[in-house]
């Protein structure tokens, strides 16, 4: 190989291995091999709260399936963080403290559009409680989100007004965690919001979808789908993590 042929396949053999080393983690959600998660990744558990759960005040279909499959996923993670809802009981985003509106109706407030919901995880109530089976004793953060009264929080990392952060991004780097998964409820609002906000904070990021579960108002399962995969939010299953 004369020194033009030998410069020529190493720079072709450069760019192949950079290709590879970007498409490494999207080839994984596709490989015969489960990902097996590291002391640099996190799983974030969503809201698996009694309100969103059949017979709770705001429940999401199926979301009581998801509980034992969360644990037995949970057990293969060596950080795992919890988030709840924990609203006032005034809170601005509950249809009840606007006359004549009702739940699921919009309207507009300082930052933006705001979804009406029914009163739903008000602090300290059991609805607000985590569902009785979730069995994650090995958590290590609860962030609870949505407690100040005049600004809604669908995210994990940031609340509505898209300016107050939870803190948990900074705790996840001080932490050296660089990639989550997400799970839980629902799958179109709080997981999904979570998921782009870690993207958004450099995180890579993944949405595990039978261990999630979506209330699909207007069309926003799909919409929201297709605002993580526009991001780079990769879309698994739980059987594409290694749980033993």
């Not at 190493?10 to 950079?18: K, N, Q, R, S, V």
């Not at 300082?110 to 979730?134: I, M, R």
């Amino acid at each position: 190989m004369n020194e033009v042929s030998r410069r020529s396949f190493l720079a072709a053999a450069g760019i192949l291995a950079a290709s590879a080393a970007t498409l490494t983690w999207a080839n994984r959600a596709r490989a015969a091999t489960p990902i097996k998660p590291g002391e640099h990744d996190a799983l974030l558990v969503i809201d698996v709260q009694n309100c969103f759960v059949p017979g709770g005040s705001l429940a999401v279909k199926g979301g009581d399936e998801i509980v034992p499959l969360i644990n037995t996923i949970a057990k293969a993670f060596p950080n795992v963080v919890l988030t709840q809802d924990w609203h006032t009981r005034d809170h601005v985003s509950f249809a009840s403290q606007h006359e004549g509106k009702k739940p699921f109706e919009t309207i507009k407030l300082n930052y933006g559009t705001q979804v009406l919901w029914p009163d739903h995880c008000v602090q300290g109530t059991e609805g607000a409680s985590l569902v009785k089976g979730l069995d994650i004793p090995q958590a290590q953060l609860i962030i609870r989100k949505g407690f100040h009264r005049s600004v809604d929080s669908y995210s994990a990392f940031l609340e509505a007004d898209r300016k107050t952060q939870t803190g948990l991004a900074g705790y996840l780097r001080d932490r050296k965690i660089n990639r989550v998964f997400l799970c839980g409820l629902a799958t179109d609002y709080c997981v999904a919001w979570s998921a782009l906000d870690a993207r958004k904070f450099g995180f890579q990021a993944a949405v595990i979808e039978d261990a999630s579960r979506g209330i699909d108002l207007n069309g926003s399962l799909a919409a929201a789908w297709k605002d993580m995969e526009k991001t780079g939010v990769k879309r698994l299953k739980s059987s594409d993590i290694a749980t033993t």
